[in-house]
Every structure is written in structure tokens, then in C-alpha cells.
């Protein structure tokens, strides 16, 4: 059974904190997302990462970073979070297996931050 | 840029009626596509992804279809359940990494 794991289910902060969300999955597949989720924009791709310190930016990167030291932890950060950044964060992995290379995603229950 | 639609943004049913939920994306050159469903205040669970090559896919009640040439995807859900209820996502995927276009959402409710 696949899985992916987000730290942290709700996060208060203030303004001009840093924030560190962090998604952990428990196999070893290599392209990881991170996408926030707003009502009436949808969802929206912030940054992936193809392996470990490898990243891309998506369609939203401005005000975050990301951080893959380890290929089963891929972290998102805030570096100074606005209250423009409250939203709901979903991460979210390929699954990859020799039989079963498809490109379905699976993505983690969210990390729902409020910036105040 | 793929463009991904989903009309109705809500739809209300008996229970037992067939649902039917409709999905366009504007570039017909997609890797696959794939649909979710979300509850309130959850993620994204993976109800059934259609690789580019396929017609369709089958999973219990569910049944997605794939037409690549006018740019439109089905989720079929038969003799639906007030379980049911819930937001059904798709997205469209043009390249191998994996990255997604969602569309909006269809707010699904089933009434018993």
C-alpha cells in the first residue's frame, strides 16, 4: 500500500516566520510535488524534485524554496510566509515500480497553514 | 499551457442514479490523465488514471473514458451511494515526470 506522509496536518504562523512543511514516502520513488490549493484557483504545482537535490520550479515557486536531501523526505519552505501563503499544501509522489511506471500520483492528506 | 475544465462545478443526486462528470483539456497531446477524489478537508485519494493509449478504465462502479481527439474525459459512477458524495477531480499530465493540470472540481452530492 502506498503512502505519503505530511508532517504536519495544521500550522498557525505569523507573518514574516519561517515554515518548514515537510512529506515523507515510504518507498523509494524519485519525482516528488508539492502543490497548494485555494478555492477557486484549484490546485497549483509550487516546485518538484526528479531525485535527490534535483528541483524544478512549477507554476507558483515565488516566495518558497525546497529541500531534498534524502530521496523519501521533500521539504517545502517559507522563508518569511505572507498571509497570502494560506492555503492548503499537498505533497505528492510518482509512483514508480518495474510493472507499474504509469505516472499515477498519490498525494498525502495536506498541511493546512494560516499565516496570521 | 494544458487547460483542464470540469462543468458542472456541482451537481445533487438520488441516491441510486448513475453519475456522470465531465472533463476537457485543451492540449490532445497528453501523457494520461487521472481522477481523485477529495473530501472536506482531505487530499487527493487516486480513483483511476487512463494512460494516453487507452480508451478507458474500470474500477468497481467506476468507469473513465479517454478521448484524446475532442479533448474529453468521463468518470462514469453506477447506482450511486450517499458515500459518494464528494469533490471528483481530474487532471491531465502532457510529459513523464508526472507534473498535473487540475481542473476545478465537480461538487458532487448524493442524497439518500
Known amino acids: 500500500d502506498v503512502k505519503v506522509t505530511q508532517s504536519s496536518r495544521y500550522l498557525v504562523k505569523r507573518t514574516g516566520e519561517k515554515v518548514f512543511l515537510e512529506c515523507v514516502q515510504d518507498?523509494?520513488?524519485?519525482?516528488m510535488f508539492w502543490y497548494r490549493q485555494d478555492p477557486g484557483l484549484g490546485l497549483r504545482l509550487i516546485y518538484f524534485?526528479?531525485?535527490?537535490?534535483?528541483?524544478e520550479k512549477g507554476d507558483i515557486p515565488e516566495g518558497y524554496s525546497v529541500s531534498r536531501e534524502k530521496k523519501e523526505r521533500f521539504s517545502l519552505i517559507l522563508e518569511s510566509a505572507s498571509t497570502n501563503q494560506t492555503s492548503m499544501y499537498l505533497c505528492?509522489?510518482?509512483?514508480?515500480?518495474?510493472?507499474?511506471?504509469?505516472?499515477?500520483?498519490?498525494f498525502g492528506e495536506g498541511s493546512r497553514l494560516t499565516v496570521l | 499551457k494544458q487547460e483542464v475544465t470540469q462543468i458542472p462545478a456541482a451537481l445533487s443526486v438520488p441516491e441510486g442514479e448513475n453519475l456522470v462528470l465531465n472533463c476537457s483539456f485543451t492540449?490532445?497531446?497528453?501523457?494520461?490523465l487521472q481522477w481523485f477524489r477529495q473530501d472536506p478537508g482531505k487530499g487527493l485519494t487516486s480513483l483511476l488514471l487512463?494512460?494516453?493509449?487507452?480508451r478507458e478504465q474500470t474500477s468497481g462502479r467506476l468507469n473513465a473514458s479517454l478521448d484524446k481527439s475532442s479533448g474529453r474525459s468521463t468518470l462514469y459512477i453506477a447506482a450511486s451511494q450517499p458515500g459518494d458524495s464528494a469533490t471528483y477531480l481530474c487532471?491531465?499530465?502532457?510529459?513523464?515526470?508526472?507534473?498535473?493540470?487540475f481542473g476545478a472540481g465537480t461538487q458532487v452530492v448524493v442524497t439518500p
Open positions: 505528492a509522489f510518482k509512483l514508480q515500480r518495474v510493472l507499474r511506471n504509469t505516472g499515477e500520483l498519490f
Open positions: 492540449d490532445s497531446a497528453i501523457y494520461n
Open positions: 487512463i494512460q494516453s493509449s487507452q
Open positions: 518507498m523509494d520513488h524519485e519525482n
Open positions: 487532471a491531465a499530465s502532457t510529459d513523464s515526470w508526472g507534473k498535473l493540470q
Open positions: 524534485s526528479y531525485d535527490v537535490k534535483m528541483k
